[in-house]
């Protein structure tokens, strides 16, 4: 027996609608209830909205919305298909659905591909910043709070206690937690205050941990800019600046 509300064919004898729970009419004795319940047999499928947007942001993210649009198309294509396979004959749209959900699942790793080199790429040049923003800071602070540089052996320490510098400041962000990334260049306690050479390195890249103290031999080179590898470096007029490796040699570590 045929519902006539949902058009769902019940076993013969039943009172109800198993899917919608309507009374249902015997159409043999009821002449009328059999012509709705054929007209409800008759009744031309919908396309699922599902299905729709599903086909829709489909498309789109091929056209390079990919990370805004793709999982969502994924999920309204899921749903479409559960739906219509449901409805029993009652939503059309499965090509709508599964195009909508294919083409996302394989842009995906094509796209991941495309972007990772740049995301890469991005977060190196991320980190350069950073470093050289953290060695800036440190040099204003020498700077500001002091009216000549701290002692070799405890600068580090003297930046924290007087100057109120976060122990962040001296870590480098590819560097381990807690580490010290950058030391101060030993000659500059062999020249008087206010007679260093504005170009004069200060404080630069190395691995020589807290309170580190060294020369050019103890530069590390963490960074790259336009395919040319090279560091940070702060200098005594206070400016910093990053420094490719083949320029390294024209720096000038000692008074002049």
Known sequence: ???????????????????????????????????????????????????????????????????????????????????????????????FAVTGLVIPVVLGPIMMAILMPALSHTRKIAMRVVCGTNLKGLSTAMIVYNDEYPMPEAWCDLLMQEADVSPKSFQCPEEPEGSFSYAINKNVYEIEPGK??????????????????????????????????????????????????DRIAELQWTAE
């Open 196 to 245: 260093m050479d504005a170009q004069m390195v200060v404080l630069f890249e190395a691995n020589l941990g807290r309170n580190g103290v060294g020369g050019p031999e103890d530069l590390v080179l963490r960074h790259e800019r336009n395919g040319r590898l090279g560091c940070n470096i702060a200098f005594a007029d206070g400016h910093t600046e990053f420094v490719a490796e």
């Open 1 to 95: 027996m045929v519902c006539s509300k949902c058009g769902v064919q019940n076993n013969d004898g039943s009172t109800h609608c198993t899917n919608c729970g309507s009374v249902l009419v015997d159409a043999a004795t009821h002449p009328v209830a059999g012509q709705v319940q054929a007209a409800a047999m008759q009744v031309v499928p919908k396309t699922s909205g599902l299905a729709i947007a599903a086909f829709v942001m489909g498309l789109l993210s091929f056209c390079g919305l990919w990370p805004l649009l793709g999982l969502p198309a994924i999920i309204c294509g899921i749903i479409a298909l559960i739906n219509i396979s449901k409805s029993n004959g009652r939503f059309k749209g499965t090509g």
